[in-house]
């Protein structure tokens, strides 16, 4: 059941004020028209931009984005657990999915749905580029100066320099 603080942030604080409110703390540029929650969870860097359309749920777990970061339109990030942590001057493409957490499925005589979550948590470097509609799962390191092409998949560790695409995502080059 939803908390009655959570009921009135969602449907009824205009997305203008939670705008407002993230340019006075962190001054930092959050779309009207994106899905941000107010929470104390939630560390917005200097110069930081969240596009319209973008859904930011940091009600789990810490959620600390770097300064000059952009995030495109129709992105999804969500903490878990865990946390997600994003560097300073990465670019984050358009729809976006960056979940840090996953659900559990060991057991066969219980349904997935009602055995519960995990968090490893998502850890992205500084200067990292990761293209349109990449999806970056719960336990991905990504490390700086990495790029991650457009519709990859990452789970897990990518090295420092490395561009990285496919499902799931393999080192196709080196930046030098």
Not at 88 to 97: A, G
Not at 142 to 161: L, M, T
């Amino acid at each position: 059941m939803m908390r009655p603080a959570k009921l009135v942030q969602r449907f009824l604080l205009p997305g203008f004020v939670i705008s407002i409110v993230y340019a006075a703390r962190f001054r930092a540029m959050v779309s009207p028209r994106a899905e941000v929650e107010l929470s104390p969870l939630l560390k917005l860097g200097k110069g930081t931009q969240i596009s319209s359309f973008t859904k930011i749920k940091a009600s789990d777990g810490p959620l600390t984005i770097g300064a000059r970061v952009s995030i495109g339109s129709g992105c999804f990030i969500h903490a878990g657990q865990a946390g997600v942590s994003i560097g300073d001057d990465s670019l984050i493409s358009p729809n976006v999915s960056i979940v840090g957490s996953n659900y559990r499925y060991d057991r066969l005589d219980i349904p997935i749905q009602q055995q519960g979550e995990s968090s490893k948590g998502v850890a992205i470097g500084n200067d990292v580029w990761i293209g349109v509609g990449c999806a970056i799962l719960d336990g991905a390191r990504i490390s700086d100066h990495a790029i991650v092409a457009p519709n990859a998949v990452v789970s897990g560790r990518v090295a420092e320099n490395v561009i990285v695409a496919g499902n799931p995502a393999k080192p196709i080059f080196t930046r030098r």
